[in-house]
């Protein structure tokens, strides 16, 4: 328990690892690292040091042998926000799509009709101050997407000045060429490194022809979940498992059951999640079908041993053709029981 209450409250916007022992004796033993350091351990009697220098340099998730054991380096996710500047009309088809991805949404705009509009769209926070005031108190972080979709290229430039050395993960910038040459060429004018507005997105979105307000809106969210997808950190701690594990039916005994490797076409990524309570209920997937009852009854099992277990999973025979399942891949599950 005292691994998921560190993960809590653990900065999400560092490099954070989990290290994972799953095999051997020592099985189910764990280190954090936030930024390169230990910040985490429940073992001191482990050689962490030899498994640290073993991590995969691309950052992605898998399962690595050190020394004839099985360890599973799991990079995690960042924290991830969307911040509009600009409550007109593409902003309102943005801020819906943001609801449906679980995407927490800030909105700024001077207007106070248009803020309005913004607060019944759903946004979770709506500010309404000139561009330059409200940015000046939003820090930015490496999970930030800024959105500029003002009413004019002069306050799309106010808003790219106060972003542009801020942290982020993504900045577009909506406009034409010419209104975006402008800009760009102003605030290169002003000592800002052409080389960093070049990593501006703009004109802003995919290239999907999109004409009306909601097929801009949708153009600019699919390029924000494209570059937010091409993160190699694949751990998946939602609050809502880690709100499950601490919070709710904290007294009744449950596993947490994670992909550790795939091969082949598997439903779901290396480092999805589930959470099996003694009382049945579920909360996360990790794919449906056969593997998910068929893993329910293993967590189960090992909550009821208190033991810690790897369970290699085939969806290439029979059965799984029965159940449904066309992936036709392998997955390595591995359950941890929580005490």
């Known amino acids: 328990m005292d691994f998921y209450k560190f993960l809590k409250q653990i900065d999400k916007n560092n490099e954070n690892i989990v290290i994972t022992i799953i095999s051997g004796d020592k099985i189910g033993q764990k280190i954090v690292l936030s930024d390169g350091e230990i ?18 340099s691309d950052k992605k998730s ?35 799509i943001c609801r449906l991805l679980d995407l927490p949404v800030t909105v700024i705009d001077d207007r106070i009709t248009f803020a309005n509009n913004a607060v019944e769209a759903g946004a979770d926070k709506v500010i309404c101050k ?46 034409s060429k010419v209104r975006v040459a402008k800009v760009l060429d102003y605030l290169e004018s002003e000592g800002i490194s052409r080389e960093k507005l070049k990593k501006v997105y703009t004109p802003i979105g995919l290239k999907i022809g999109a004409e009306t307000p909601e097929e801009i809106a949708v153009a600019i969210m699919a390029q924000i979940i494209e570059v937010k997808n091409k993160e190699t950190g694949s751990s998946v701690y939602s609050d809502e498992l880690l709100n499950a594990v601490l919070e709710e039916k904290e007294e009744i005994p449950k596993a947490m059951v994670t992909i ?3 091969k082949g076409s598997a439903p779901r990524d290396v480092g999805t999640k589930m959470l099996v309570f003694k009382d049945g209920t579920i909360i996360g997937t990790i794919g449906g079908g056969c593997v998910e009852a068929g893993i329910r009854e293993s967590a189960l099992m090992c909550i009821d041993n ?24 392998t997955v390595e599950l591995f359950v941890e029981p929580i005490c």
């Not at 690595?64 to 995690?76: C, G, L």
């Open 39 to 56: 910040v985490y351990k429940d073992n001191d009697d482990i050689n962490w040091e030899k498994i640290i220098s073993a991590i995969p």
């Open 130 to 175: 000139p561009f330059e005031e409200a940015l000046s108190n939003i820090e930015g972080d490496s999970g930030t997407f800024f959105v500029i979709v003002t009413r004019g290229h002069r306050y799309d430039q106010t808003c790219l000045e106060n972003i542009i050395h801020k942290r982020n993960a993504y900045i577009g910038m909506i406009g």
């Open 306 to 329: 208190k033991k810690h277990k790897l369970f290699p999973i085939d969806m290439t025979g029979r059965n799984a053709e029965d159940e449904g399942m066309v992936c036709g891949g």
């Open 62 to 96: 898998r399962v690595i042998t050190v020394d004839e054991k099985r360890i599973y380096v799991e990079f995690m996710r960042h924290r991830y926000n969307v911040v509009v500047c600009g409550a007109g009309h593409i902003s309102i088809p943005i801020i819906k």
């Open 260 to 262: 550790v490797s795939r």
